[in-house]
């Protein structure tokens, strides 16, 4: 099992660009999760996501910012506009299932952007 | 509203002393509680979590439901230990994070 694969791994952006951050989960894992981890601070929840479905965005800025997990491929995370604020890196991350206790939310490696 | 503070953004210890790293949250309900460690540049992986009550590369963690906390705790650090740690709480569907606690151990 590869894991949580992003790509690309680092990404450099001038400001007005659009970003595209893609997410592939493990195998046999169908949720997946965005998080945004800003300079010198932690984790912050994006969104959750189901194939072709948003379970919950309320982490997501109101404006530009967008994800979709369609039936087929990746997950997406897109930033349009961006601007020097979005420097961040951001982590995927996937699991089974959402409900019980003891499920394990698996991380990938992180997507870092830069926006110049 | 829920939350996870960890209240130390650094912590220097020396190789062979002991670690704590504070976690304290707040929610309404039967708590699920995460430890996850990030070393340098790479993905968050899960150390450590209350309800399989294990040790991890020594590592363990009580859940104190009466001083709402679940410190992180190794009696002797080894350099290897040097990391981001984050205390995650499970809120529905989705992991809270504190803003972690960066270890170093020095040789």
């Known amino acids: 099992n590869a894991g949580v694969m992003q790509n690309p791994r680092h990404l450099v952006r001038r400001r007005g660009q659009e970003a595209r951050l893609r997410c592939s989960p493990m195998?046999?894992?169908?949720?997946v999760y965005w998080y945004r981890q800003l300079p010198e601070e932690g984790l912050k929840f994006m969104v959750y996501l189901q194939k072709e479905n948003i379970i919950d965005e309320s982490g997501m800025p109101k404006e530009r910012f967008s994800a979709e997990f369609p039936k087929e491929g990746p997950s997406i995370l897109r930033i349009q506009q961006v601007v020097r604020g979005d420097s961040a890196a951001y982590f995927c991350?996937?699991?089974?299932?959402?409900?019980?206790?003891?499920?394990?939310?698996?991380f990938g490696e992180g997507s870092w952007l830069t926006v110049v | 509203a829920q939350r996870v503070t960890q209240p130390e953004k650094l912590l220097s210890v020396f190789k062979g002393a002991p670690v704590e790293l504070k976690c304290n949250y707040s929610y309404s309900g039967s708590p699920e509680l995460f430890w996850y460690v990030q070393y340098s540049r790479q993905r968050l992986q899960l150390l450590l979590r209350?309800?399989s009550r294990e040790s991890i590369k020594g590592f363990t963690a009580d859940l104190n439901k009466g001083e709402t906390s679940f410190h992180l705790k190794k009696p002797f650090a080894q350099e290897e230990d040097s990391a981001m740690y984050y205390c995650?709480?499970?809120?529905?569907?989705?992991?809270?994070f504190g803003t972690g606690t960066r270890l170093q151990v020095f040789p």
């Open positions: 195998k046999g894992h169908s949720h």
């Open positions: 991350a996937s699991s089974p299932s959402p409900t019980g206790t003891g499920n394990t939310i698996y």
């Open positions: 995650a709480l499970k809120n529905t569907d989705k992991l809270i």
């Open positions: 209350h309800i």
